[in-house]
């Protein structure tokens, strides 16, 4: 399948990194877009790209928005994992998540990044099941990763994400929020 059918973020709209960014940009954009590779619960995906201290980035779906459904809408895959084993005790890099229809008007999900666990309304908290790269299909019970649902902040359909860092501080090239992919549950295509 192509990655226009698969059902994932399909483009890079922008990329605005933060301080100490720079894990992933050598396979940048590809390794953003389609499936997430999970690690597991005890190992960070090293498929992703390291925002950075503050950085944010736009991803689009290309002919296809995302529209309110039953249950979640899209989720966004991270690479956290459970410290000690422990899957209440992640290490996370959370971030804020906004929708837009149109690129120029977002809607945040409520996410206040407090210091603890569990953080709703916030990404990169939440583990991703393995991967081998060939996914073509996603279940929100099986996948793991970041649930989002529109109704939670009154949206009907978005043809937008954009992720933002909420980090403080963090190592270069590695600091900030590691995003792997956003995969979407209801979509429909724009003609």
């Not at 720079?22 to 940048?28: T, V």
């Not at 953080?119 to 299909?137: E, I, R």
């Not at 980090?167 to 270069?172: I, K, L, R, V």
Request: charged share 20%; aromatic share 10%.
């Amino acid at each position: 399948r192509t990655l226009s059918e698969m059902p994932y973020a399909t483009e890079v709209v922008r990329f605005s990194p933060g301080e100490n960014a720079g894990f992933g940009e050598p396979e940048f954009p590809e390794v953003v877009l389609g499936p997430p590779k999970g690690g597991g619960n005890e190992n960070g995906s090293l498929h992703v790209l390291s925002l950075g201290g503050g950085g944010e980035i736009v991803l689009g779906f290309g002919d296809r928005k995302i529209v309110n459904g039953e249950g979640p809408d899209f989720v966004v895959f991270e690479n956290p994992f459970a410290i000690g084993g422990d899957e209440e005790n992640p290490f996370a890099e959370l971030a804020e998540i906004s929708v837009s229809s149109d690129g120029e008007s977002w809607v945040s999900f409520d996410c206040d990044g407090g210091t603890e666990y569990p953080w709703p309304g916030c990404a990169g908290w939440q583990l991703v099941s393995p991967f081998n790269g060939c996914v073509s299909a996603i279940d929100p019970l099986l996948t793991g990763g970041d649930l989002f649902d529109l109704e939670d902040i009154g949206v009907n359909e978005v043809r937008f994400i954009r992720i933002t860092d909420l980090a403080s501080s963090g190592s270069a090239p590695s600091a900030g929020f590691d995003l792997d992919a956003i995969g979407i549950f209801n979509v429909v295509k724009t003609f």
